[in-house]
């Protein structure tokens, strides 16, 4: 019971996060029935960028938005060339409630529900080919690219103030109700009961460090953080003691570490990520994790060894990577997400990050940051 309760929380977790990024993304999505072209759903970007409510776009087809698609017969042969290569992308013109137009280039892809032939779906994926704001104004000219920019980091900013707000909100509001029944209902709750309950504080919690881990992964290079001498035996100290590691774990720094010219907040962030993994995944009775630095070709090379169970190889590149890691999350509470900020901080500074291990051996994190 309980297995299947969680499966099914894991899967309805997936479901909703599937949609919230589809309903996030930058692109209008269409899905729609084959042969006459109805609607059957659309993302919200779809229905911000042609001006109709999401009612009004499901008693229509994608003939009445797509001009170069207007009659049934161009219909026909655009479907006719998919159902023989399953994937056709387009030039065209989407036409807005308010009679304007936006140029188009559209991936359609034909997809086969529970592959089962005949049960086929037109999923079409729209995306808006801009304009120079200006006339003579080349798209591939700096002035062109610039304004590109600037509106990816306005949508980029958009998109932190929506998760910021809009997300974190109703899981404070979960949390609060959660609590309260279980300690109000405490008397009438079973051992499942108040079982599913820590699990669901357990979900809230989760999703709660994974927003914060997304905010502070788009804050890294965009927002500006002011660079001052920083003594690193003096932070390095201070982040052991936030970590407070248990008594069967010893973090030692070999040598003096050097003063270096850089964002404080940052360079905290990768020495509190590293020791971090490097506490939270030792599986020896006794730890050990050591922090040194040397000089090397005009950068200083740190690296913090633990002891701990080490990394295979295939997974060197994997940790890095957003959202990924070595343990289930209900085995190790993870966010995914520490490895790859730290990576990012490190190459907004021209360093680099690697490390070396061998399962059962422990591993070796190495970073640079040039020296001036």
Known sequence: MQKTITAYGQTEEKLELFQNLINWSNDCIFI?????????????????ELGYDREDLLNMTFKDIEQTLADDSSWLEQTKKLNDKKELVIQGHHKRKDGTALSTETCL?????????GEELIVAITRNIPKPKQAGQKQDSPEFANQEVEKISQELRDFVYIVSHDLKAPLRGIETLANWISTDYAGKLDDEGKEQITLLVSRVNRMHNLIEGIL????VGREEDEKVTVNLNELVSDVIDRIAPPENITITVENELPEIQCGQARIT???????????NYMDKPKGQIKVACVEEDGFWKFSITDNGPGIEEKHFERIFKIFQTLNPRDELESTGIGLTITKKIVELYNGKIWLESKPGQGTTFFFTLPKQ
Not at 269 to 279: D, G, I, T
């Open 32 to 48: 729609m029935e084959p042969e006459s072209g109805l609607l059957l759903d659309v993302n919200d970007r779809a229905c911000a």
């Open 109 to 117: 892809r034909l997809v086969t529900q529970n592959q089962k032939p």
């Open 216 to 219: 502070q992964y788009s804050r």
């Open 269 to 279: 962030q990768v020495f509190l990520n590293l020791l971090n993994n490097a506490v």
